[in-house]
């Protein structure tokens, strides 16, 4: 009896030690675990577009994509991985139509950008690689998609990650990973 008193007292003790920790300025590794988000869970990056952008005008058949990334990712070096921290961000913007609802081109035959559509996310945090399923980690990379005006939008998610998981740990899941060190240039 008494030990079970003293076990009960110890997990009492447990529970309410990350508790007591968070009233402290660093936060304890307890209590980050508990904060870990998912897939669809990051928070909309509300100043992305003070971001560096890095690649503009990426043509689609009916879009164009333009790419930033957070101050914490523009540090990395080529050939490394992105550091815990890192946002990358992408803009889908759909394709300007003209009077005849045709695709407007460009003088070099570009699509221009009409309405924003989405804000695709990247972002990376320490042991996050633990939230997505067996078979479909992008190392620490966890994804999320939101409206213009940063509401989420309902996607499938093992979808990014099927399509970035390909480019495996060489480039760190990033498609345009040797692009944007070939031009980001000295970003910030
Ligand atoms: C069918 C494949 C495919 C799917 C699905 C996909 N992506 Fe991507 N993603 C790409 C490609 C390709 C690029 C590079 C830009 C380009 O060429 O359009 C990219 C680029 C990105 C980037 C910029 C960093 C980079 O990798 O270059 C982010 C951020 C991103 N995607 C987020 C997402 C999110 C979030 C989802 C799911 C909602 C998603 N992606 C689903 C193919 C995909």
Not at 79 to 95: D, Q, R, T, W, Y
Not at 182 to 187: I, P, R
């Amino acid at each position: 009896m008494r030990k079970l008193i003293a076990m009960s007292l110890l997990s009492l003790l447990s529970l309410m030690l990350p508790v007591l920790g968070c009233g402290s300025m660093s936060m304890s590794p307890s209590t980050q675990t508990d904060a870990m988000p998912k897939d669809g869970e990051l928070m909309f990056p509300k100043n992305y577009k003070m971001f560096s952008t890095f690649l503009k005008g990426i043509q689609k058949p009916n879009a164009v994509r333009d790419l930033h990334i957070n101050k914490t990712g523009a540090k990395a070096e080529q050939g490394k991985p992105f550091a815990n921290g890192s946002i990358l961000v992408m803009e889908v913007f759909k394709a300007q139509k003209d009077m005849n609802d045709e695709f407007a081109k460009d003088t070099q035959g570009n699509l221009l950008k009409g309405e924003l559509a989405k804000v695709l996310v990247m972002q990376k945090g320490e042991g996050w690689e633990s939230q997505a399923p067996e078979g479909m980690k992008n190392g620490d990379w966890l994804y999320s998609a939101f409206k213009p005006n940063g509401e989420r939008l309902d996607v499938d998610y093992l979808k990014c990650r099927g399509c970035h998981l390909p480019l495996g740990d060489a480039k760190d899941y990033v498609h345009r990973y040797d692009e944007y060190f070939e031009k980001h240039g000295n970003a910030y």
